[in-house]
């Protein structure tokens, strides 16, 4: 009985030793509160939260246990009065197109400018046709806080 349960231990190791599970991780860019610019092209904000992967180095081959969202809202400009923002939504690393959006907001250099989006709450403290500064008061109303255990 002593020898099958340690031959057991010694077959679950060897098979395993080749193999690690990564865990999920969450970030968001920039943190809520800090005041930031953006160029056109570029994210004003990002949340990532990246799951839970199992990788096989014995096999060369990946796979999810969890999956993994990726969220952007995209500056793309400011002409005649209106501010573009792009949103883009990932899954598994892979462009969702029902998940691309873009929208438009007024924008007038002495009022104040509230993006909201799917959530997402932006402040905009002063907008070109080149590059914006902002600052983001929430983030999309589907995050996760931290990561699930």
Do not use: H, W
Not at 24 to 49: H, L, M, Q
Not at 57 to 62: A, I, L, Q
Not at 111 to 125: D, P
């Amino acid at each position: 009985m002593k020898k099958t349960l340690m031959l057991g231990a010694v077959l679950a190791v060897t098979s395993l030793a080749g193999c690690s599970i990564m865990p999920e991780t969450i970030s968001r860019d920039p943190e809520k509160g800090t005041v930031s610019t953006a160029g056109v092209g570029e994210a004003i904000y990002t949340y990532d939260k990246k799951g839970k992967v199992f990788v096989d180095y014995m096999n060369g081959k990946s796979t999810n246990q969890t999956d993994s969202v990726k969220q952007e809202i995209i500056y793309s400009g400011l002409s005649k009065g209106e501010l573009k923002i792009t949103y883009r939504e990932y899954m598994n690393d892979y462009a969702r197109a029902s998940f691309f959006q873009d929208a438009t907001y007024d924008y007038s250099p002495q009022a104040s400018t509230m993006i909201s989006f799917k959530g997402a709450q932006v402040e905009i403290l002063d907008a070109n046709n080149t590059q914006v500064k902002y600052k983001v008061l929430k983030g999309f109303s589907d995050e996760q806080l931290k990561p699930m255990e």
